[in-house]
């Protein structure tokens, strides 16, 4: 049970990052959807482009789900995994022509065909069949692993399915208390980024609502997806996000630049409220919770809290708002002509803001929460002093930490000697906001250093470690990757 336990977190670690590419090209299918319709640009095609991506989201997360698992994020793995999804859904269609996994089908492809590619993809075959071994043989025998795959789930999918429809069902139908849960259980699941594999249940398989495409009737799953099916009982598990996105945490990074010792407040002022405007702009929160996630966890588990409240308290208003990135302004006002009760936002939000800037100081002063600008000077900076100035090459050991300015380095320098240096790094990635890592040894991995180059949260878990460094994350991470590769 020991190893099983390490070993299963970084299982879910690695799926909830594989998932972030596939939900990726969720706002392009929304943007397309909602600007096509009659009350939008009434242009039919644009919309039904939209609506081709919503439609094949399995398959897209077979995909995606196989390149975050792939080492290399190789394109074999990536084929291999749309072989292996047609196999599966055809041969379950034999077996019974009203089996349908969604989402979770593409996911299980993805995984599979992402552990086959790592395991065959070297492998070497006799000489007259040579020209199918290394990676022309992934596909190959996922193909062959898919025609198992539809052969068992033709069984044992229908009572799968119904267990999943009555817990989606009884969630749903349990009202207030569900959403509470699960406002409350998204944000405690963030920190390892195993919100996702949560997410994915709740907006792409629970409930159902069926629509007439092209004369037949197509089924639509999750609360995301019938929001934009146009589903009217749709949204309530969304709607609750944007009264704490776009109001309560930029009031709660005010409370805590208000709350900051005089000589660190303009410093932070500059961090907190830029984070601040990107919340309530786009709905990414993850700069602003891990500034105060483990320095002050106590008002994380407050804010996790006050996010459950807010799901009840916009389900009691009959208020159904809906997104595909995330719960900030423009996703609003790009989906308020087929939200029910949008305006009620404004009010409640403004409500929200003032709660959240009145809890947070209250709690600051009250424990001496050590939010940013309250820390001891030997515990963090608050300003980051720039890029640590680090030799071309890398040790196995970490460079030490200082506060100087290192014109002659660069930023993926700076966070290489942070992670103990490339040859420490086993896989690398990145979503959102985050760098995603494993690594060979968990003690090299300093965190100060890391912080001191821009960072603003460090998680590290027996191998696995994320680095919060902001929507910057996808030009760093490719940075690093440059410089790795010297």
């Known amino acids: 049970m020991e190893n099983i336990m390490p070993r299963l977190g970084a299982a879910l670690v690695k799926l909830g990052k594989s998932l972030m590419l596939p939900i990726a ?7 397309l959807l909602r600007l096509g319709q009659p009350d939008m640009l009434n242009i039919l095609f644009v919309a039904e482009a939209g609506n081709a991506i919503f439609n094949n989201l399995p398959v897209i997360f077979a995909l995606g789900v196989a390149m975050g698992f792939a080492e290399e994020a190789h394109g074999a793995a990536v084929l291999s995994a749309f072989v292996g999804y047609l196999v599966m859904t055809a041969g379950m269609r034999v077996f019974n022509a009203d089996l349908n996994m969604g989402v979770f089908g593409g996911i299980i492809m993805g995984i599979t065909a992402g552990l086959l590619y790592n395991k065959y993809k070297n492998i070497s075959l006799p000489a007259y069949v040579a020209f199918f071994g290394g990676r022309r043989f992934v596909p ?34 349990s009202g207030e208390i569900g959403l509470f849960s699960w406002g409350v259980a998204n944000r405690l699941l963030l920190p390892l980024g195993l919100h996702h594999i949560l997410n994915n249940l709740v907006y792409f398989q629970f409930g159902d609502y069926t629509v007439v495409e092209a004369g037949v009737n197509v089924v639509k799953n999750g609360d995301l997806w019938r929001f934009f099916a146009g589903d009217p009982t749709a949204g309530s598990f969304m709607a609750g996000f944007f009264p704490v996105m776009m109001f309560g945490l930029p009031a709660a990074c005010l409370a805590m630049v208000l709350e900051a010792y005089k000589e660190n407040r303009k410093a932070v002022a500059g961090i907190l409220l830029s984070a601040a405007l990107t919340s309530f702009l786009t709905g990414i929160t993850e700069p602003i919770e891990f500034s105060f996630m483990f320095l002050a966890f106590p008002l994380y588990v407050l804010h996790a809290i006050l996010t459950g409240i807010s799901m009840v308290v916009m389900s009691v208003l009959d208020i159904k708002l809906g997104y595909t990135f995330s719960a900030g302004l423009f996703d609003y006002l790009l ?9 009620r936002l404004i009010p409640v939000g403004l409500v929200y803001g003032v709660i959240y800037f009145f809890v947070f100081r209250f709690a600051i002063r009250k424990w001496n929460l050590k939010t940013p600008g309250r ?10 002093a720039g890029p640590l100035k680090v030799e071309s090459t890398y040790d196995a050991e970490p460079q030490p930490t200082n506060n100087q300015n290192a014109t002659d380095t660069n930023r993926a320098c700076a966070y290489l000697a942070g992670l103990g240096g490339a040859e420490n790094i086993k896989t690398f990635g990145a979503c959102t906001t985050r760098l995603r890592l494993e690594v060979h040894d968990s003690d090299k991995v300093d965190a100060a250093a890391l912080k001191a180059a821009g960072a603003s949260g460090v998680i590290n878990a027996k191998g696995n ?22």
């Open 140 to 173: 190959i025998i996922t193909g062959l692993v898919a025609i198992i795959y539809a052969v068992i789930f033709s069984y044992i999918w229908p009572p799968l399915q119904s267990a999943i429809s009555g817990l989606g069902n009884w969630i749903i139908d």
């Open 375 to 384: 820390e001891s000077k030997t515990e963090i900076d608050i300003e980051p």
């Open 25 to 31: 090209v969720l706002p392009i299918a929304g943007l």
């Open 335 to 343: 989906n308020f002509g087929i939200s029910t009760h949008a305006l």
């Open 465 to 486: 470690v994320q680095v919060v460094v902001g929507t910057q994350a996808d030009m760093i991470a490719d940075e690093i990757r440059a410089e790795m590769k010297k």
